[in-house]
Structure formats: C-alpha cells, structure tokens
C-alpha cells in the first residue's frame, strides 16, 4: 500500500459507501485532512417557560441576584464571569457563547403567553394569524440533503406535534407544517439503528401505490374549485414529499446501518426509566446519531409550553412542576428554586457537550463540527424579551466563542438564525426579521 486516499470507500454488491477520516490511513501518505470537505453538524435543544432572572436589588442583603440570576452580570465581552447558573459550562468556557438581549420582536405581542416553543427556530408570528415559516434546522437539513441517511432527527419530551400555539416540537417544514417529533427512546433506537426487512425490493410496492396515488390526484384536482384546489394542492405536497423520502429510503437500502449495542442505551421510556435515566437516553441517542453520521441535523424539546411530560422533570430533583416554578418567584425562595432547575438543565447540556468533545472527528472533534443551540423563547414568565441563549461548538465552521454577547438595545434572534445557516454554506440574504449577521462570533 503505497498512497492510500484519506476520502476511502467500503464497496460492495453495487453500493460504495465514504468513510470518515481514519489516522490510521493518514500515516500510510494519505492527503492532509484540510484537503477534505469536514462534515457540519447543528443540534438545537429548546426548553420552556423561560429562566430565573431575579432583579438587582439596592438592598445588601438580597442576595437573589448574585445567586439565582442566569445572565453573566456587568456589560459583557471576553473578560466575564459566568453566572452561577451557567458555571457547569466553567470547563467549556472558550468553546460557548452566551447570548443576552436576542429574541423575535414579531412574536411579542399580547396573548403569546407560553407559546414560543413552535416558532423558536424561525420567530414566525403565528399567533396573529401570521404564516408558518420553515424552522432554520430544516433550511440547513434541505442544503444538507444526501449527505446522511436520514435529513433530520426530530425529537421531544412529548412526542407528536401538539397543537399550533403549544407545539410539541421545535421543527417545521417547507410548507409551514410542524414535524411531528420522536419520543420513546426504543423506536428512536430502532428508526436509526433497526434494520429494515427487504431493503430496497420491500419498498416497491408501497412505491406503486404511491404512483397510483398521484394519478388520481391530478385527475382529482381537475374537477375541484379553486378554493378546494389549493388545498388539495398542499395534499400533493405531502405525496411528493413521501415520493422524496421513499427515493432516499430506496437508496440507502443496500447501505448496512450502523451496528449499536441496545444495550448501551436504556430504552425502557420514560414511564419506567424516571426523569434522569430518560434525559440521559435521550441525549445519548443524540449523540450515537451525530457519532455514526446517521443524520447532521437533530432539534430537541425537552419540554413543551402545555401540559406534557417535561413539566414534570423538575421531580428529579424535588421540585414542582416546571410551569409553577415559573410563576412561584413571589414566594420565599422561588428565585432559588426556579434557578436550581435552570442549573439542573445546564448541566444535561453540559453532559452532551463533553461527549462530543471526547469524540475525535477528523482532525479535531464532535464539537468541532456540531454548531449546538441551547435556549428558551422566553426571557422571564411571559416576557418575550430577552432570551436565555447558549452557543457551543461549530470551531471548524468559522464559529469563534469564549464571549458573552449583551445587546442592550433588543436583536432580532433570527440574526443570530441567519448567522448559523451561512455557515453551512446557505446563501440567504435573510432569515425572517432578521437585520443581518452577528459579526461577533464569525
């Protein structure tokens, strides 16, 4: 073996499949490592109601704020202390950036309440009546397309969709429909790890009746009103969609899925497994999806701004209800209690991170490679001012952290959206309301 290619292929029974990066093959002569396209990852992590954020107080002795507030104090930039909240992060420090004064001005309107989980990744005014808008995690999944076996994963505490001002996941697609999310850890397991019985050939039926389908479509539409039209249009939609996903389904069928241990995963649901054990199941499937390049593109809800599982994971710890420890501040210790589930889920963020940064890739890491956006569509209880924002990773695509970033005068978070979807190389002048980028962190 003289000179062995860095970009090697498994091939066989007609199917070539890439490799990543081996060292191995690198101290046989392959080519330098920056001489390859790196693979871009983003995984958006989304959690309600908002977060402790205490008021400063003249008063000595009202230590709530130095304690329970979120937010890094003093005016921000490189030289900041993280918050006692956020000082899990404290190894993490170069590789975040910590974001106050974004949020999506279109939203804030009277009536929104705890409504922003669906329009979290697009700032869509959907509660004036205002159209849906696809979520940036599918923006960069569709520039993506062909790259994984699967465009996107979508998860939730909660699973499905939910109702439209109460969504039970953060993504939406092209056509402004929320994608119903995953759930239950075993039949996320087996969506990404099962194997599929009769690979491509199993497929072909459901293709002819999808075929069959269509033509009665268009001779369908051919006698309907305009009205009717249009929504039957948006019908059509779906079976195109379904006939891109059944070509994707027949391509990768001859392609062996990645072989995971059940075993290395509790896939008991959260029912049996408890708020801890569940949390860590979730992320760990995450993590396993972005480690075997089964898909470059995960959102999760840890919990949904209604009456879902998630509200609940406050237990864990001996607290109440999520929704009432956002509104328990007027009571004796409410900051405090608020604050110490606010570090809770700081620290399952800070969990995740540590995987993917123990996890070679190329010639850096899983973090490297994976932009990670941890946050709420809510600043305190009801106010959509102000969102409690985390930047991780994303190195190798042009990010640059260590900083806390406070905007004093109010920033659309779609700016911080356009930013993200131009590092994987998206040419968009705009994302929503978004007024440009955030040259900061480039």
């Known amino acids: 073996m003289r000179i062995i290619s860095r970009k090697a292929f ?48 003249q008063d000595p002795a009202n230590t709530d704020y130095a304690n329970y507030h979120w937010f890094p104090d003093g005016d921000g930039g490189r030289d900041f202390q993280l918050s006692k909240t956020l000082s899990p992060l404290a190894d993490f420090r170069e590789d975040v950036t910590i974001f106050s004064g974004l949020s999506h001005p279109a939203y804030r309107i009277i009536g929104a309440g705890h409504r922003t989980g669906g329009v979290f990744l697009n700032g869509a005014n959907i509660v004036a009546g205002g159209p849906n808008l696809t979520s940036i995690d599918q923006v960069i999944a569709g520039q993506l397309e062909g790259e994984t076996r699967f465009p996107s994963l979508v998860l939730s505490s909660g699973g499905g969709v939910g109702v439209p001002l109460m969504a039970q996941t953060i993504s939406v697609d092209a056509r ?28 072909r039926p459901r293709r002819s009746v999808l075929d069959t389908t269509n033509e009665s479509a268009k001779s369908l539409m051919l006698r309907l009103n305009p009205e009717d039209r249009r929504a039957f249009e948006d019908y059509r939609q779906s079976i195109r969609e379904l006939e891109h996903d059944l070509d994707r389904a027949e391509r990768w069928a001859g392609v062996p899925r990645p072989k995971i241990d059940p075993a290395s995963v509790a896939l008991d649901g959260f029912a049996k497994q408890g708020v801890q054990s569940y949390l860590d199941s979730m992320f760990q499937l995450i993590y396993l999806a972005l480690k075997t390049d089964s898909t470059r593109v995960i959102t999760y809800q840890i919990g949904c701004e209604g009456s879902c599982v998630g509200d609940s994971f406050p237990s864990v710890i001996g607290l109440a209800t999520h929704h009432n420890l956002s509104h328990g501040t007027g009571a004796k210790g409410g900051f405090e209690r608020w604050a ?66 406070r905007y004093k005068e109010e920033r659309p978070m779609n700016d911080l959206l356009l930013s993200i979807s131009h590092r994987f190389g998206i040419d968009r002048p705009s994302f929503g309301d978004s007024a440009g980028e955030i040259q900061e962190i480039m």
């Open 10 to 57: 498994l091939v066989g029974s007609g199917a070539t499949l890439a490799l990543p990066f081996f060292a191995s093959l690198q101290k046989l002569g392959a080519a330098p490592p920056a001489a390859a396209a790196k693979a871009r990852r983003f995984c958006g992590i989304f959690f309600p109601f908002g977060v402790s954020l205490p008021p400063k107080s």
């Open 176 to 203: 402004g429909k929320f994608i119903p999310a995953l759930n239950e850890p075993r039949q996320i397991f087996n969506h990404l790890f099962g194997v599929e019985e009769g690979g491509a050939a199993g497929l």
């Open 340 to 405: 110490k589930y606010d570090r809770y889920l700081v620290e399952q963020f800070r969990k995740f991170l540590v995987k993917l940064r123990d996890t070679p890739d190329g010639d850096g890491t899983l973090l490297d490679s994976t932009v990670c956006l941890f946050g709420s569509g809510t600043g305190q209880t009801h106010v959509h001012k102000n969102y409690p924002l985390v930047l991780a990773g994303g190195r190798s695509l042009g990010l640059k952290h260590g900083q806390y970033l």
